[in-house]
Structures are given as structure tokens and as C-alpha cells.
């Protein structure tokens, strides 16, 4: 009987203890000394969890089994040390992307037509909208959206603007200019011959892009770029002949070639051209150059041979992805090269070799861009005429600078001869020809552009300034004081092929106001030509 009581009361005692297990597994965890309590509140809810003192928020989250996204906020920061009582609030963080379909509309542009009567006007180009893809950035905290923001815009189509050609006969007396002038007129091409009142249109394409625009030597042909809309091309080169037969058609001709960067005529009896090239990029610029040289000849029915190489793609020193740009020598046996980093030679049939001139302080832009300062040979060949970036001495960032001396350089000994202080990085210096040609003197002028404010030559108008090819007897003659400055442009004028017949004076065509005027170097009498306001080149030989 005894042992039977014994077992029943062990029995009984093991029972009672499993029940004690069991309820205390079921109530809520309770914080002996050792632990501490962390509150979690996440998704809407709130959880207590007990860790052990001097635990991280990462540590917690871990035990916890808590997972967070990569654009979740945690506060405090996961590397925080937790004490008794804090709390840790995630906010869960969603992004979602949307494509939106935009129209771009149309822009009007209106014409202005010397060839046609006053009030009279015709639709050249009808207007198309274009189109691009906008992409949204949704952005959710804990379900609720907190910012809906543009990331992106692509242009999917561009808009082809409206053009209106609208008659504005010109009310500027007439008079004669030696040789063609030819100017670039809203993408068309205009020529100009034996008198200003005689005008006619060349290319009537409406894509002529400026970059290259050049007549040949004997005035019989102009060079010249296209925009396209090919992909893999930035433009295209062509030519057209100005001397045809009285009543034939204009035709130009595709050279077919691309991707062009630099190209002129070479002087001498040949038809020779010579071009560089560039690759296109989706980046700004929208290019990179490859720092090339080709030559071609064209026959006189327009038909050219296959190119031949004078300096193969390279670099281009610092900054080369913007290119070099090239002038020919009055004989044509050299080029003169400039670059961002510096200028030189390069002699014919030397594959390639380059000859430094001078060591330039590239400028920093700090933008797509890069500075590369003009070209100008005197006429005798003997001297080339650019600019010099200055170092400024109170700074210690050379690159920086904003003073650009006008330089001569003596091609027949001695140091670069510093003619100009400040004139301004877009001086772009253009020698005339030599003037007394029948005395057999070799006197020539150097037209120049100065800028207004030589510190801010970057964002500054110029004015035009005459001097000789030495220095001396400099004078601003062209606007007159008080009118707005020059827009500075690579190709801003054309000095005449010769002296004019009315007052036996050499002029120089410039483009002043996206209109054409001409320039009496001499007594500074300026004259309107055109009134259309869309002049952007010049040409004249």
C-alpha cells in the first residue's frame, strides 16, 4: 500500500512540473537581468523583443528575422547600440517607373526673302510634331507615394519646325564686288556675283549645317556640310559647281564621305581637298575625333578619287576628343594644325609628322567643350597669326586664365611676337591679301576680333579691329560706339579678293546681327547687303 502511494504522489509531481512548463511557454518572454527590451515597429505593427545589453540594430534585426530592401530608412542607423527601451522604425521604401509618350510641338519660323515682292509669302516647310518618352520616378513610403519626378527624357522624334518665306525686297543701294561671294542663309546657300544686287540661291536643301563651308580657289565650286539623319553620321560633305553654263541646272555632288570635323580647299591649280573625321557619340559633344587627315581630288566633272592618308587617327593631346582644326598655307605644301594643347606644322608627304610651334596652356571649361584657337597665314606664307592662352599671374590655376594675347609666329626664325594683350579667346585673327600686289610691295592688314570685355572673353561681344601685319596703327572700325558688339564665330568674315571698283579700297564681309555687311577696311564705311536675318557663314574669292 505504501508503494503504491509513493508511486501516485511521483507520478502526480511529474505531472505538475510538465504543466508548469507548458503554461510558462505560452505567456510572454519575461526580461531577466540580463537582457534588454527593443521595440521593433515595421509594416504597420509593433514587436517587443528581448536582447542581450549592448546588441546593434543589425543584431536585433537579424534575431528578429526581420529582412529589409535596399531602399528601406532605418532609424537609428544599423551600426547604433541599443539600450533598454529603444526603438527601431523601418519604413519600407518602394520605387516604381512609368514611360509617358509627349508631344513636342512645332516652332514657327519665319524667312525673310530679298528675292521676293513685299507682303508675299510662301510655305517652305509645313510644321510636324515630334515626340518623346518622358520616365517617371514613383516613390512609396509604407504604401503611400511621396514623390512622382521626371529621371529621363528621350527624344523619340524631333519636331520639324514650320518655315514661312515671307518677300522682303532689300532697300540697300546696289554696287559691285569683285569675284562670288556665297553665304549660308537658314541652311541654304546664296551667291552673290559682280553685284550686290544680284543674288541668287545655290542650295536650296535647307540642312546645310555651317560646318564646313568653303569656296574653291578659283571661286568654281562650293564645299560644303549636310545634317543628316542617318544613324552613325553627323553630316555629310558635298560640293556644287557655281560656274555652270547659262540656264543648266545646279548639281551637287555627294563626295561620300561622313563624320566630318574639318575640310577646305587646297590652294594651287588642283581641285584637292582635304578633311579630317570624327566618331559619332550619344554623349556630348556628340563626337570623338579622331584627329585625322585625308586628301582627295576632285576632277572637273565632279568626280573624286580615293582618299589618301596624311596623318592617321591619334589622340589629339589633351582634350583631343574635340579635334583639331587645320589652315592651309598660301602655297599650299603646308597645313597649319591647332589643337588644345598646341599648334604647329604638318608638312605633305612626311607621314604625318608633326612640327610643334607652340605650347599652349589648354583652357579648362569645365563644360563639353573645348578651346582651340584660330589660324591665320599671312599672305607672303612667312607668318601665322593665332592666339595665346596667358597664364594670369596672380592665380595658381594657369588653366584657368581668362587673358588671350593675339600672336605672330615667325616661320623664318625668332620667338612668337605677342601683338595683342587680352584680345580674347575668340579673336579668330584673318590677314588680308597683299594689298599693293602691282608695286610689288608685300603690305597686307590683319583683321581681328576684340573682345568688349577681355576678362569675360568667353561670354563677351567683340569688335572688329584693323591693324598692320606687324602691331601697329590698330583701330576699331566696325560697330560703331555705343551699338552692340560682334557675336564671335569661326568663318565671322572674308576680306574681298580685291579692291573694290567705287573707291578702289579692300572691304571685308562680315556677319554682324545674322546680317551680311561689308566693311571698308579703309575709311570703316560699313554697308548693309542683306536684311535677311539668318546669316550664319561667308565666303569670298
Not at 527624357?153 to 524631333?158: D, H
Not at 581630288?297 to 582644326?325: H, K
Not at 602655297?331 to 610651334?357: F, I, M, S, V
Request: net charge negative; with cysteine.
Amino acid at each position: 500500500m505504501k508503494l503504491y502511494h509513493s508511486r501516485f504522489l511521483y507520478y502526480l509531481i511529474v505531472i505538475l512540473v510538465l504543466l508548469s512548463i507548458l503554461i510558462a511557454g505560452c505567456t510572454a518572454p519575461q526580461k531577466t537581468q540580463s537582457q534588454i527590451s527593443i521595440a521593433i515597429i515595421a509594416d504597420g505593427g509593433e514587436r517587443i523583443i528581448l536582447v542581450s545589453p549592448g546588441s546593434t540594430v543589425q543584431q536585433v534585426l537579424s534575431l528578429a528575422n526581420v529582412s529589409l530592401m535596399d531602399l528601406d530608412r532605418i532609424d537609428p542607423p544599423q551600426y547604433t547600440v541599443l539600450t533598454d527601451g529603444s526603438k527601431i522604425r523601418i519604413v519600407r521604401v518602394r520605387e516604381e517607373f512609368t514611360v509617358e509618350q509627349v508631344a513636342i510641338p512645332f516652332q514657327h519660323q519665319t524667312l525673310r526673302n530679298e528675292s521676293m515682292p513685299e507682303g508675299e509669302s510662301r510655305l517652305v516647310q509645313p510644321g510636324v510634331n515630334g515626340s518623346q518618352e518622358i520616365t517617371y520616378r514613383r516613390v512609396y513610403e509604407d504604401g503611400k507615394e511621396i514623390s512622382n519626378s521626371p529621371v529621363k527624357q528621350v527624344i523619340v522624334e524631333e519636331a520639324i519646325p514650320e518655315i514661312v518665306m515671307v518677300g522682303n525686297q532689300a532697300p540697300f543701294a546696289s554696287f559691285s564686288i569683285p569675284g562670288k561671294l556665297v553665304y549660308l542663309l537658314a541652311g541654304n546657300a546664296w551667291l552673290i556675283e559682280g553685284n550686290t544686287g544680284n543674288r541668287r540661291p545655290v542650295i536650296t536643301s535647307g540642312d546645310l549645317d555651317g560646318w564646313v563651308f568653303s569656296l574653291s580657289p578659283d571661286s568654281d565650286w562650293l564645299l560644303y556640310t549636310r545634317r543628316t539623319t542617318e544613324s552613325g553620321k553627323t553630316n555629310e560633305l558635298w560640293v556644287v559647281k557655281l560656274s555652270n553654263e547659262e540656264g543648266a541646272p545646279i548639281v551637287a555632288i555627294d563626295l561620300k564621305i561622313s563624320n566630318v570635323h574639318f575640310a577646305d580647299w587646297q590652294p594651287g591649280g588642283y581641285y584637292v581637298i582635304a578633311y579630317s573625321t570624327v566618331e559619332p557619340r550619344p554623349s556630348a559633344p556628340g563626337w570623338q575625333a579622331n584627329n585625322d587627315l585625308y586628301l582627295i581630288e576632285l576632277t572637273s566633272g565632279g568626280q573624286v578619287d580615293v582618299p589618301e592618308p596624311e596623318l592617321e587617327t591619334n589622340m589629339g593631346g589633351q582634350y583631343g576628343w574635340w579635334g583639331m582644326t587645320f589652315a592651309w598655307a598660301p602655297d599650299g605644301k603646308r597645313l597649319a594644325y591647332a589643337r588644345p594643347d598646341g599648334l604647329g606644322l604638318l608638312q605633305l608627304g612626311t607621314n604625318g609628322a608633326l612640327a610643334p610651334l607652340l605650347d599652349l596652356i589648354s583652357l579648362q571649361t569645365g563644360s563639353d567643350w573645348a578651346w582651340v584657337p584660330g589660324l591665320g597665314w599671312g599672305p607672303d606664307g612667312k607668318v601665322i597669326y593665332t592666339i595665346d592662352h596667358v597664364a594670369n599671374p596672380g592665380s595658381t590655376s594657369p588653366e584657368q586664365s581668362p587673358f588671350f594675347d593675339l600672336i605672330a609666329i615667325p616661320l623664318e626664325g625668332g620667338p612668337p611676337v605677342h601683338l595683342v594683350s587680352q584680345a580674347g579667346m575668340f579673336a579668330y585673327p584673318l590677314p588680308s591679301p597683299i594689298l599693293n600686289r602691282a608695286a610689288g610691295k608685300n603690305d597686307y592688314l590683319v583683321a581681328f576680333l576684340q573682345a568688349i570685355f577681355p576678362n569675360q572673353s568667353e561670354s563677351s561681344r567683340y569688335r572688329l579691329v584693323i591693324m598692320d601685319r606687324d602691331g601697329s596703327n590698330s583701330q576699331i572700325i566696325f560697330p560703331v560706339e555705343g551699338a552692340p558688339g560682334l557675336d564671335p564665330m569661326n568663318g565671322w568674315g572674308a576680306w574681298s579678293p580685291a579692291a573694290l571698283q567705287d573707291n578702289g579700297n579692300f572691304a571685308l564681309a562680315i556677319i554682324y546681327q545674322n546680317k551680311l555687311w561689308l566693311v571698308d577696311v579703309i575709311t570703316a564705311e560699313a554697308r548693309q547687303i542683306t536684311g535677311d536675318d539668318m546669316v550664319s557663314r561667308v565666303d569670298w574669292k
